[in-house]
């Protein structure tokens, strides 16, 4: 089974085969004059703040990863978001997350950074269905606008590929920073770049908080944290979003308390075809974990009725197309639409 370090272990491997062939191959020393930079570039960079030079963290990571770690987080440690990079507390198949020492410009101690992998090791063929009816955003949260930069995504060249990488991290932060404005369980995010998100840490020095999937819970204490999800459910479609991917496995527990993460595959009810049956997975998913709590729960009645409270209002109005009438969860929707609701 792989780890999910393996990729910097893979790359770290053949970027030293790549140096064995080249120091075996014949070839003569070129004769090359590096051409100098144009003026307005030298005078760049002598302007350029060097405190990134001076960034040595306590974290020992491999080489490749001490780069990748270095090009993502060396603005955080410059703009001093960061002062430290202490340890590597959760991987995963699109990024790790680092806790990270704050620095001066957070008032907390610690905080979490979220960097994602290589855009060229990731596999995001599957994310059609969330970028259905996404505006794309840039690095600071804003939507997209030079015709340039839109150019290139429509035509998936490596520069456009880099712009898709920053939007869909973008979405993440963006969606933490409205909903935990609105009162969400969510961690705060600070800041982003175009491949990190540094953001609210949930733990302690040992590592970060488990999943909620890793705990087990009184009933009485799995009753009252049931609705304090099905309350972020419902505070997230009032803001006009929809997870997509929520379940136990994504959700933090710590001291009593949850926290939602893993947000960039966000989508809106507007816009989107496939938003009606993401929501629907997002709700039946958790009902199903608190089943094994012993919380029941009726999903296509709570599914029908957070969709009727919001669902009209800001996103496509249910068809019958999107419901499947041998579907348990969509029986309470037909019945509805049957009585004329």
Not at 28 to 51: C, E, G, I, V
């Amino acid at each position: 089974m792989s780890t999910s370090l393996d990729y910097f272990e893979e790359l770290d491997d053949n970027e030293l085969t790549g140096r064995l062939i080249l120091k075996n191959r014949k070839s003569k020393p070129s004769t090359l004059t590096p051409k100098p930079l144009p003026p307005d570039q030298q005078a760049f960079l002598r302007t350029q703040d060097d405190t990134r030079a001076g960034f040595r963290f306590t974290y020992k990571a491999a080489r490749f990863e001490t780069g990748w770690l270095l090009d993502s987080l060396g603005d955080f440690y410059e703009h001093q978001w960061i002062s430290d990079v202490l340890r590597r507390v959760k991987g995963g198949k699109e990024a790790s997350v680092y806790l990270c020492r704050a620095g001066a410009e957070v008032n907390t101690e610690f905080v979490a950074a979220k960097v994602y992998r290589p855009r060229m090791l990731r596999n995001l063929k599957n994310d059609s269905a969330y970028r259905e009816g996404r505006v794309d955003l840039n690095e600071s949260g804003h939507s997209l606008t030079k015709g340039g930069d839109l150019y290139a995504m429509r035509k998936r060249s490596a520069y456009g590929e880099e712009l898709r990488h920053t939007s869909w991290i973008a979405y993440e932060y963006t969606a933490l920073r409205t909903l935990h404005a609105a009162g969400a369980d969510v961690p705060d995010a600070y800041t982003m770049n175009t491949n990190a998100i540094l953001m609210g840490f949930v733990g302690n020095l040992n590592g970060c908080a488990p999943a909620l999937s890793e705990v087990r819970l009184e009933r009485a204490e799995a009753r009252s944290l049931f609705e304090r999800v099905l309350h972020n459910i419902d505070l997230m479609l009032a803001n006009n979003i929809i997870h997509g991917d929520l379940s136990a496995y994504n959700i933090l527990y710590w001291d009593g308390a949850i926290q939602l993460i893993d947000f960039p595959q966000v989508i809106s009810p507007q816009g989107n075809s496939n938003a009606f049956s993401l929501f629907k997975r997002d709700v039946t998913r958790i009902c199903e974990y608190f089943a094994k709590q012993g919380v029941k729960s009726d999903p296509g009645r709570l599914v029908a009725g957070l969709w009727d409270k919001y669902g009209q209002r800001q996103g496509p109005v249910i068809d019958p197309a999107m419901l499947d009438p041998e579907d348990e969860l969509d029986r309470a929707l037909w019945q509805k639409r049957d009585q004329g609701h």
